[in-house]
């Protein structure tokens, strides 16, 4: 009892309410401005490769097995390779969803599937689709040889799971 009345007694003063009245003030400041800084261990966490760097590297490791691939072929020589990619990693989102018919009309109704805590709900990544293929260039020592431009074709063409129509084959110089 005797700490409560002292304490009524501390902020009875005018000094102390002006102090107690300033120090929340502060307080709620601090607060507030809180909210609009980044949150460090999420952004650190969360820093993906740039769109291009991951095109860019992902474009190399298939060239490169490609070209090793190419080279087993009979006739084909030295081979280089060069790809082009269409569009970037590709994220499949986990959704869970009700479909109802009647007569003439279909109702379809998606919802994607969160993780997370209260503070940061993410949607779940169900699968990660790599960038595709759009077209490819070979050049190859043996390519004076219709048979082996032959095989070139469809071996790229089967490994790519792209038509023919898009892949170049050339002779080396």
Do not use: H, W
Not at 71 to 85: C, K
Not at 115 to 137: D, F
């Amino acid at each position: 009892m005797k700490v409560i009345s002292r304490l009524g007694e501390l902020l009875g003063s005018k000094r102390s309410a002006i102090a107690v009245t300033a120090l929340g003030t502060v307080g709620l400041l601090l607060i507030l401005i809180s909210t609009f800084l980044p949150d460090k261990k999420q952004s650190a966490a969360k820093l993906p490769e740039p769109a291009a760097q991951e095109q860019a590297s992902y474009c190399r490791e298939t060239e490169e097995r490609l070209r090793g691939f190419l080279r087993r072929i009979e006739g084909a020589g030295d081979v280089e390779v060069y790809l082009t990619v269409g569009t970037g990693e590709r994220y499949v989102y986990a959704a869970e969803g009700r479909r109802s018919s009647q007569e003439n009309r279909t109702e379809e109704e998606k919802k994607y599937v969160m993780t997370g805590g209260s503070g940061s709900r993410e949607p779940l990544i169900e699968t990660v689709e790599a960038p595709s293929v759009t077209g490819a260039v070979v050049a190859c020592s043996g390519c004076g040889d219709p048979v082996v431009e032959e095989r070139i074709y469809r071996a790229v063409s089967a490994a790519l799971g792209i038509p023919t129509s898009k892949i170049y084959v050339t002779k080396m110089k």
